[in-house]
């Protein structure tokens, strides 16, 4: 008998990973949608990279509904996303572009699996990004990206979202994750202020158990200080 069933969009990033290994331990099934195939987990969702947002969304909302066999889940999570710098002088669209495809549509098309498939009460998790409450200069199309990430989750917290009823929305808002490849590009860096990855999965876990649950539409900036990681709500 599982824990219960949720869906990891990004599933096969180092942060969607750590959640698929981390809800497989406590024995959930757990079902991946990302780009390449997960095979820890229980069913992968293999999307169509080229494909447009629309038909994306429709290829995984029915591929999660047959995964699912009239099965509901109890979260949703979507840790896809990616990083890209630049100010508005150089390849500003082809950035935003990007960041728009990873952030946003991942984040637009796990609303619509929740909106169909989560149980009442449910948790739809989306990750923002602490920089994007304020200017990002030195990386616009990433901010642009993250702060409408942030106002999804506010709307999806609100009356007659479409989400199931008394289901969570939130976004967590990282500063830096510790992951292999942030290790790789900023080595002097402080690892006591990055959030590892094993933080972020037993968070979800804890709101999917209906534990410690914050207010749906929250946005909640995760600050790590010397390896202790706080969640502070942004107003």
């Keep these: 008998m599982s824990a219960g069933r949720v ?12 959640c698929v290994d981390h809800f497989k331990a406590n ?6 949608i990302d780009l390449s195939e997960n095979e820890k987990a229980d069913v992968s969702i293999v999307v169509p990279r080229d494909a447009a947002w629309a038909d994306q969304e429709a290829e995984v909302v029915s591929k999660v509904g047959e995964s699912l066999s009239g099965q509901k889940l109890d979260a949703v999570i979507c840790v896809a996303g990616g990083w890209a710098g630049g100010n508005a002088k150089k390849d500003l669209a082809k950035n935003a572009d990007l960041m728009w495809k990873q952030s946003v549509w991942t984040s637009a098309i796990s609303a619509a699996v929740a909106a169909q498939y989560l149980k009442e009460g449910g948790l739809l998790a989306l990750t923002g990004a602490k920089p994007a409450l304020e200017g990002t200069p030195g990386m616009i199309g990433y901010g642009m990206a993250k702060a409408a990430v942030h106002q999804l989750t506010r709307s999806l917290g609100g009356d007659k979202s479409g989400l199931p009823a008394n289901s969570l929305a939130v976004s967590i808002l990282p500063v830096t994750l510790d992951t292999p490849m942030n290790r790789k590009w900023m080595p002097e860096a402080d690892f006591g202020t990055w959030t590892p990855l094993t933080e972020v999965a037993g968070l979800f876990q804890k709101w999917t158990q209906n534990q410690d649950r914050p ?21």
Excluded: D, H, P, R
Aim: glycine share 18%.
């Design 215 to 235: 207010k749906t539409g929250s946005l909640l900036q995760l600050i790590t200080k010397n390896g202790v990681t706080e969640l502070i709500a942004a107003e």
């Design 7 to 18: 869906f990891i969009y990004g599933g096969k990033g180092a942060l969607g990973s750590a």
């Design 27 to 32: 024995n959930y099934w757990v079902g991946s």
